[in-house]
């Protein structure tokens, strides 16, 4: 009898699907499969629509939650519909006196994937990031994470908290700060929302437009989106 065909083989065999199965379990290898009907993709880069938004990609900067860079290359990218709603949106606050800067748009999976392994079990409980598994609206390239510049002074404004603050002051109802940054932040919600997007309830800055499920969760690197 060859021992290579023995129970020996046999269990090693299922302590190997054991481990396969526990390490799938706990830690996603990919995107999750997602069934259904889905619009076709279509990222459209922001500054290319509409020069005058400004950007801050803090995730391709040590100025982030991770305190290093998550993404290689400072783009932000949204579907079309998205994108140009948000230009909408530029055109309304410029006559006020403001435009938007943009922290953050589409985010590929497997950067989700590193803001889950890399957050506190708190952070994960509030979902200040997202389950991996069930993917983000950013991963759609629906959400968007923004503020207001001054366009005067040419400086971002004083919000209630700053971005990715992990704060009760982040929360779009929050009541404290000054009146000032109250009534900013007030202004970016009602120019969003008047363009179909909502805002996330814990995150004054971050918005999903209204179309977000019908795209699917992406995995496309920046660099592999053509300018
Ligand atoms: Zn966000």
Redesign the pocket.
């Known amino acids: 009898m060859n021992d290579l065909d023995g129970p020996n083989t046999m269990k090693l065999h299922f302590s190997v699907f054991l481990l396969v199965a526990v390490l799938f379990a706990g830690c996603p290898h990919g995107p999750p499969k997602e069934s259904g009907q889905f619009r076709q993709a279509e990222l459209v880069e922001l500054v290319t629509l509409d020069p005058t938004i400004r950007l801050d990609i803090r995730y391709a900067t040590t100025n982030n939650f991770l305190h290093r860079p998550v993404y290689a290359q400072s783009r932000a990218f949204l579907q079309r519909p998205a994108a140009e709603a948000l230009m909408r949106v530029q055109r309304t606050l410029n006559p006020k006196g403001y435009g938007v800067v943009v922290f ?1 748009g589409y985010r590929p999976w497997s950067v989700t994937k590193i803001f889950w392994d890399s957050a506190s079990a708190e952070e994960r409980r509030v979902e200040f990031v997202a389950n991996p598994r069930k993917g983000s609206r ?1 991963n759609r390239g629906c ?1 968007v ?1 923004l503020s207001l510049v001054d366009l005067q002074t040419g400086a971002e404004v004083q919000m209630p908290s700053g971005y990715d603050e992990f704060s009760k002051r982040a929360f779009p109802d929050y009541a404290g700060g000054t009146p000032e940054s109250r009534a900013l932040r007030d202004l970016l919600r009602a120019a969003m929302e008047a363009e179909g997007f909502a805002v ?1 309830p814990a ?1 004054w800055w ?1 918005f999903d437009y209204k179309d977000w499920r019908q795209y699917r969760i992406m995995d496309v690197p920046f660099e592999a989106i053509g300018k």
Do not use: N, S, V, W
Request: proline letters at 0%.
């Open positions: 953050d950013h959400a994470d996330y995150e971050h």
